[in-house]
């Protein structure tokens, strides 16, 4: 009896010393080092290349868009007139081009040949006139001022004649090389003007170039929006990570391509497996940090962007991430 009691008491001892050895042993060992971030996701925002009147906003808050969806549209009659105005200059352009290159008219050509055979028909006259004078200046008849008179009209005609023949040929060849061309710059450039316009007019409805969800619309209908100015904003949460900062001493245990568990608060006791993708030193010196002892240096902080290994299901932008190592 006296021997169990003793074995009972060397137990309870022995139970004790082991209680407070591992006590003491827990208390010794290094706490985790707990770092928290947030989410963060890629944000889009859709803005217009003219200035304009809001005229419909298509969207709300919290919508799902997909890409080429019509999110808003634009009221802008100046631009509208500006087509006309670039359609009727392309008409004209095209019309000029058109009569450059067929040339001139039947009636314009038979015209211009009448013209040559009137003054061709002149100059023989003045031909006959000039021979007849001459012989009577020659018999002493006619004054020599008057046969000069004469000489002077037949070359006179006689240029009339080669001027109408030339203006013919003109007709009947039509426009020169370099008149076609030019002509058919102009069209071109008419063209191009045309088609300007029609992209600024194609612009006054906005469709989204990516998917995702309506985050925030900065402008209504009936207001005017600048050039360039965005819109509505949406944001994608299939493209979405973590950001966190991490002093360097302990930068080696999130090296590019690393992976960890992590705790996301809104989402419940649940661990998530995340990747680092990206790291980078803070430009801002206040995330300096003296080492204490006699390190003899100070510690920068890094920026550290690691991605979610699967999709997350209710993963929302500005929710908390904890890291415990």
Avoid: C
């Avoid at 039509?174 to 071109?188: I, L, P, Y």
């Avoid at 990570?241 to 705790?263: I, P, Q, T, Y």
């Avoid at 003296?290 to 979610?308: H, S, W, Y």
């Amino acid at each position: 009896m006296r021997m169990a009691r003793t074995a009972v008491i060397i137990t309870f001892f022995a139970g004790i010393v082991a209680w407070l050895s591992y006590t003491f042993w827990i208390a010794y060992q290094p706490k985790p080092v707990r770092m928290q971030g947030q989410i963060e996701a890629q944000q889009y925002n859709i803005s217009s290349k003219i200035a304009g009147r809001i005229d419909d906003v298509k969207v709300r808050k919290g919508d799902l868009v997909k890409k080429g969806q019509l999110i808003f549209t634009i009221l802008s009659p100046e631009i509208e007139a500006k087509l006309i105005q670039a359609q009727a200059g392309q008409d004209a352009a095209d019309a000029l081009a058109a009569e450059v290159y067929t040339g001139a008219r039947k009636e314009q050509i038979e015209a211009a040949r009448d013209r040559w055979q009137q003054a061709r028909a002149a100059a023989d006259l003045m031909e006959k006139t000039f021979l007849r004078i001459d012989n009577l200046y020659s018999a002493g008849v006619v004054a020599e001022q008057k046969r000069d008179e004469v000489e002077t009209k037949l070359k006179g005609a006689r240029f009339a004649q080669n001027g109408a023949l030339q203006l013919y040929k003109m007709a009947q060849e039509g426009a020169r090389e370099e008149t076609k061309k030019a002509a058919a710059g102009k069209a071109r450039m008419a063209a191009g003007a045309v088609t300007e316009v029609e992209a600024y007019a194609a612009d006054m409805r906005i469709e989204s170039w990516h998917s995702g969800e309506v985050s925030q619309i900065l402008l209504q209908s009936g207001e005017v929006a600048p050039q360039g100015f965005p819109v509505v904003t949406i944001i994608d949460m299939s493209d979405a990570w973590a950001v966190f900062h991490v002093r360097e001493d302990r930068l080696a245990e999130f090296n590019k391509g690393s992976e960890f568990n992590a705790h996301i608060i809104a989402l419940g006791d649940v661990s998530y497996r995340f990747k680092v993708d990206h790291v980078a030193v803070m430009g801002d010196f206040a995330t300096w940090r003296a080492t204490n002892g006699d390190k003899g240096f100070d510690m920068r902080t890094f920026e550290v962007e690691a991605r979610p290994v699967e999709q997350i299901e209710g993963l929302r932008a500005g929710m908390s991430i904890i890291i415990e190592k």
